[in-house]
């Protein structure tokens, strides 16, 4: 039988991961639009210095990395919850009650400590009263990616 607390918890952490998963799918995409983009400002350069190009197989090669990045966006799983706990305790600055909280949910009642009510309680109350987005916002997962920004923009 479930407690709100660990409604509460399983539910914010699920929303943590599937947000996690399409940030990261997202920026896969981003950097594959972005390697696109180089390769036909590339092929474009080339034609109009002096080297004559068909343009089918220029956007045949530049749509290969798009493609890549599309099939890693697509096959990637979503991250554990353990790795959502991470973050929303990083994030939140709450000293791993939410990985604490985890690591007892996912034990049998007959093998959880002592003290799992408190923990539990704790994080629920966390859990109840936190919000998903701002959780993923608020963590570095797009800091890969703010290089490539300046480039993009220079390219559209």
Do not use: K
Request: glycine share 8%; net charge positive; hydrophobic share 55%.
């Amino acid at each position: 039988m479930s407690t709100p607390e660990a409604n509460a918890i399983t539910t914010l952490l699920d929303t943590v991961r599937t947000r996690m998963w399409l940030r990261r799918g997202a920026g896969a995409l981003f950097l594959g639009l972005c390697c696109a983009a180089l390769l036909t400002l590339a092929a474009g350069l080339a034609h109009r210095l002096a080297v004559a190009l068909d343009p089918w197989p220029v956007a045949a090669l530049a749509a290969v990395p798009l493609l890549a990045a599309l099939l890693r966006a697509v096959t990637w799983r979503r991250p554990p919850r353990a790795r959502a706990a991470a973050l929303a305790d990083r994030v939140l600055r709450s000293r791993d009650v939410l990985a604490a909280a985890l690591d007892q949910l996912e034990r049998p009642r007959a093998q959880r400590a002592g003290a799992a009510g408190v923990v539990l309680a704790q994080a629920g109350r966390l859990a109840a009263g936190a919000r998903a987005g701002i959780i993923v916002r608020g963590s570095r997962a797009w800091s890969g990616a703010r290089p490539v920004l300046p480039l993009a923009a220079a390219l559209t």
